[in-house]
Antibody
Framework: QVQLVESGGGVVQPGRSLRLSCEAS????????MHWVRQAPGKGLEWVAV????????YYADSVKGRFTISRDNSKKTLYLEMNSLRAEDTAMYYC???????????????WGQGTLVTVTS | SYVLTQPPSVSVAPGQTARITCGGNTIGSKSAHWYQQKPGQAPVLVVY???VRPSGIPERFSGSNSGNSATLTISRVEAGEEADYYC???????????FGGGTKLTVL
């Protein structure tokens, strides 16, 4: 079965950096676009970023564009999120999510990891 | 940017039908998807492509999408389905995934 295991979360000071990882198993990782979605404490879901299956394209939410970088290593079946210039409002649970592409209609998100918590505080 | 609007809360008695709406400009021209999130857990996909149930999701979950509103319908609601529900679409113009703000379903 599909497994997505996030790691790398923790407590970090504002302005610092953090790198999240997501190890995938149970499916052909290189066939799927992969996403990061976050959820601040007590708040709703916020999509963060997507990287296409072959790494050819990537998109970011406006709130993180220019600060966060999504990447992947298909040989290691691992997705990454490099987070720079962190702010208090980046505090959230970060989920690694497998995307399913519907031609013309775009992505839905069919498998989610359990998340890794990032806390930005001084 | 594209915006999806959900009611903050919906309440229903056990055994009754819950309907959760998701409003968006001509959302009927997009494909809508729905997620269930119970406290302390990751979200779970319950309906995709407007009205398709993933394997393992009860037939009591169904969806529809037309005009400016998509709807998730849960028939014969059970106490265990008390959760937050989120709608989602893909915004082709921006390449972004868009979530609604979420609806808390309370089973009275």
């Amino acid at each position: 079965q599909v497994q997505l295991v996030e790691s790398g979360g923790g407590v970090v000071q504002p302005g610092r950096s953090l790198r999240l990882s997501c190890e995938a198993s149970g499916f052909t990782f290189s066939d799927y676009g992969m996403h990061w979605v976050r959820q601040a404490p007590g708040k709703g879901l916020e999509w963060v970023a997507v990287m296409w299956s072959d790494g050819s394209d990537e998109y970011y939410a406006d709130s993180v564009k220019g600060r966060f970088t999504i990447s992947r290593d298909n040989s290691k079946k691992t997705l990454y999120l490099e987070m720079n210039s962190l702010r208090a409002e980046d505090t959230a649970m970060y989920y690694c999510v497998k995307g399913q592409w519907i031609q013309l209609w775009g992505y839905y998100l069919d498998d989610w990891g359990q998340g890794t918590l990032v806390t930005v505080t001084s | 940017s594209y915006v999806l609007t959900q009611p903050p809360s919906v309440s229903v008695a056990p055994g009754q039908t819950a309907r959760i709406t998701c409003g968006g400009n001509t959302i009927g021209s997009k494909s809508a998807h729905w997620y269930q999130q119970k406290p302390g857990q990751a979200p779970v996909l319950v309906v995709y492509d407007d009205n398709v149930r993933p394997s393992g999701i009860p037939e009591r979950f169904s969806g529809s999408n037309s005009g400016n509103s998509a709807t998730l319908t849960i028939s014969r609601v059970e106490a265990g389905e008390e959760a937050d529900y989120y709608c989602q679409v893909w915004d082709r113009s921006s390449g972004h995934v868009i979530f609604g703000g979420g609806t808390k379903l309370t089973v009275l």
